[in-house]
């Protein structure tokens, strides 16, 4: 069952650990307008799409579940479908999504917005490494709703986004890891650093 993209995700994730030096680059204006005009169409059904993805996300890395203690022991996959917490998420990260879109033309506030989520997701104890397998799954959901406005240009175009927005969470969760270490540090060791610094 599936979409060809979700095997990807796990394949490609070598490839994106030696890619994260590079800089990521932001969809370009073609792509932000196709992502748009894709978005009005995906989004009469973000309920349906959101929860298929993270049923699909299940399906495809079952180690996710552990991210999700609600979700940790349910085996029964087709029950997840009905979970008022998992649609709850599902609309959570589809609003997410929609505010992603909507920013594209901002990199600024959606810079913002992904580094603020990326920090949040270091208290759920939500690791980068599942990141990438939301947006491939995302792709995977939405194909069937776009029928033949699919296009692999349009792919692309998701992909993109979908790699910049990761990658701003990961240095979000970075960041957030980075102080809390710090804060992690004693006093008296905060003191002595900044003592030998002078």
């Not at 030696?18 to 169409?41: F, L, T």
């Not at 996300?57 to 979700?71: A, M, S, W």
Request: proline share 4%; glycine share 4%; with cysteine.
């Amino acid at each position: 069952m599936g979409c060809a993209i979700s095997g990807l995700a796990a394949k490609s994730e070598l490839a994106d650990r030696s890619r994260e030096d590079a800089a990521v680059e932001h969809p370009n204006e073609e792509q932000i307008q196709m992502i748009k005009d894709s978005w009005k169409v995906i989004r009469d059904d973000i309920a349906k799409v959101g929860i298929i993805m993270f049923v699909r996300l299940f399906e495809t890395h079952p180690e996710c579940k552990d991210v999700f203690f609600l979700f940790r022991d349910v085996e029964d996959l087709e029950r997840l479908r009905t979970n008022r917490e998992l649609r709850a998420h599902g609309l959570r990260v589809m609003s997410f999504i929609e505010k992603s879109v909507a920013r594209l033309d901002q990199p600024e506030r959606l810079e913002a917005l992904a580094v603020e989520l990326g920090k949040s997701h270091y208290h759920y104890n939500a690791p980068p490494k599942y990141y990438n397998y939301v947006g491939a799954e995302f792709i995977c959901a939405v194909q069937p709703i776009l029928k033949e406005q699919w296009t692999t240009e349009l792919e692309k175009a998701w992909k993109t986004m979908f790699q910049f927005v990761t990658a701003l969470m990961k240095q979000g969760y970075q960041e957030e890891s980075a102080r809390q270490r710090q804060l992690a540090t004693s006093p008296k060791d905060r003191l002595d650093k900044r003592n030998t610094a002078l």
